[in-house]
């Protein structure tokens, strides 16, 4: 359904369009619960899909684990960083719907904020636990935090929309220096790092520090503060178009606002007389830097392989350069890796939700309970402020353990609206599959989970789903 920019306005102002879009919202539940039938019962018995999609997806769900199987372990692995743009029906249905990816920038000003925050983070959540591209969606989760940007500072959270389809799903699986490029004139990017008034009188520092210590070299990446005031004066000029008759919200140079000296970045030198070229000489310098291949790659071993110094992230970095900031290619090594010293990594709060959605499939439509529960749990989606994103240690997550317990208890009694899961029908008539062997898509008597499903043994079955979503092996992945 296409809408114009006054229906799209008034539905948002009608929170979301819930209402007037009734026909809408029946005619697309239909089509999602029909696409949706039958709940397949979960496989058992095989932990190597278990564990990779596990880590490299959002966890196993019946279809996944089905695919896995069917294509054998390199198959499965070269599809995965190959994702093609098909997606399930009741996914596309569900994703279609969402208004704010049928408006630019400056269609959305006339919006409230938290209407587009939803609908961001809806789209995220069915992605995360439809999506047949697993490995996409994890890296398009990575990508996000370390280009974190904070909606709700200034007019970002109207291009941030934009910037999450053109530079993080766009190069999640890409060439680095591509991505960066894509960052660095994202508007969404350069409002919320004060970008847009960046002159040759008063350099914005923000986006040039943020550029050398999070996106590209790392805190130790060996450049000084002369470094980050001579990328700020390449950087001037960078801003968004708000001109009359132009395209409002979209990157602009503006060359009148531009330093045009000459300026030295990590000792090499730019000459002067330049525009737009600055800039972009100081991607070049830094985006296949060593300290960058080195920043890039412990972070994605920490994300992976559950450790930032794993021994082969050395080789990691030298992939890294070779291939030209080729993401695929340093994940077809990680993945090669996989499991060989791989360390456990606890689920943060939307890796936990997600996994137990995919864990149950659950049919949900990702709205407001779901995301409340996750923000209550302290993830809310595109909400971090600070530049670094959300933090990935284990301690800082110990305090969300009630919310998950919560979270469990509610989701096996269907207690969130627009989410239901049908254990029976998952256990497709075999009583040997009990809540434990569900959720975990492996047999209840493997050595690990016996003791669990004895525990769970007197519950009803909703209740052994509860106690197994809210134990402690769920809890990392």
């Not at 996000?144 to 389809?165: C, M, S």
């Not at 000489?281 to 890039?296: E, F, K, Q």
């Not at 412990?298 to 021994?311: A, Q, V």
């Not at 030209?324 to 993945?335: C, E, Q």
Request: charge should be neutral.
């Amino acid at each position: 359904m296409k809408l114009s920019r006054r229906e799209a306005i008034a539905l948002a102002a009608a929170g979301a369009g819930a209402a007037a879009l009734g026909g809408c919202n029946q005619a697309v539940s239909a089509a999602y619960n029909s696409a949706r039938e039958p709940i397949s019962p979960p496989n058992l018995g095989d932990s190597e899909p278990v564990s990779i999609l596990n880590r490299f997806g959002f966890g196993p769900d019946s279809a996944s684990v089905s695919r896995f199987k069917e294509l054998g372990r390199e198959q499965w692995i070269e599809e995965q960083l190959n994702p093609s743009e098909a997606i399930p029906a009741h996914l596309a249905a569900r994703i279609g719907r969402l208004e704010i990816y049928h408006l630019g920038p400056w269609d959305l000003r006339d919006w409230k904020e938290d209407a587009v925050i939803a609908q961001m983070q809806q789209n995220a959540i069915l992605r995360a636990t439809y999506s047949p591209w697993q490995l996409q969606e994890r890296m398009v989760d990575f990508w996000t935090n370390h280009f974190n940007i904070f909606t709700k500072k200034g007019l970002a959270v109207y291009r941030k929309p934009w910037d999450e389809r053109n530079v993080i799903r766009r190069h999640a699986l890409g060439k680095f220096p591509e991505m960066i490029t894509a960052s660095a004139k994202s508007t969404a990017m350069l409002l919320y790092l004060d970008q847009q008034n960046s002159t040759a009188a008063h350099p914005n520092e923000n986006y040039a520090r943020e550029l050398l210590e999070l996106h590209t070299l790392g805190v130790d990446g060996g450049y000084t503060q002369k470094d980050v005031m001579e990328v700020a004066r390449c950087f001037t000029g960078w801003s968004e178009e708000r001109g009359f008759l132009k395209k409002k919200g979209a990157f602009v140079f503006r060359p009148e606002i531009h330093d045009s000296g000459s300026k030295t970045v990590l000792g090499q030198r730019i000459p002067a007389g330049q525009g737009i070229e600055d800039g972009e000489a100081v991607i070049g310098i830094v985006a296949l830097h060593p300290a960058t291949a080195n920043h890039i790659t412990r972070k994605l071993c920490g994300y992976f392989l559950g450790d930032e110094h794993h021994s082969v992230q050395p080789q990691l970095a030298k992939v890294f350069i070779e291939s030209a900031g080729d993401i695929k290619s340093v994940m077809r090594l990680i993945l090669a890796e996989f499991p060989s010293g791989a360390g456990p990594v606890l689920k943060r709060p939307f890796d936990y939700v997600v996994s137990a959605l995919r864990a149950t499939d659950a049919a949900t439509d990702a709205g407001g309970p779901i995301q409340s529960a996750l923000s209550g749990m302290g993830q809310p989606l595109y909400l971090w402020p600070m530049p670094d994103g959300f933090p990935v240690e284990t301690a800082a997550w110990t305090s969300s353990l009630l919310g998950r317990w919560n979270f469990a208890s509610t989701l096996a009694k269907n207690g969130f609206g627009g989410t239901r899961a049908d254990f029976e029908r998952m256990r497709d008539g075999r009583t040997a599959v009990d809540g434990t062997a569900i959720v975990f898509r492996r047999p209840s008597d493997s050595d690990d989970l016996s003791g669990l499903a004895k525990a769970a043994s007197r519950k009803d079955l909703a209740g052994q789903v509860a106690l197994a979503l809210a134990s402690p092996e769920f809890q990392w992945r």
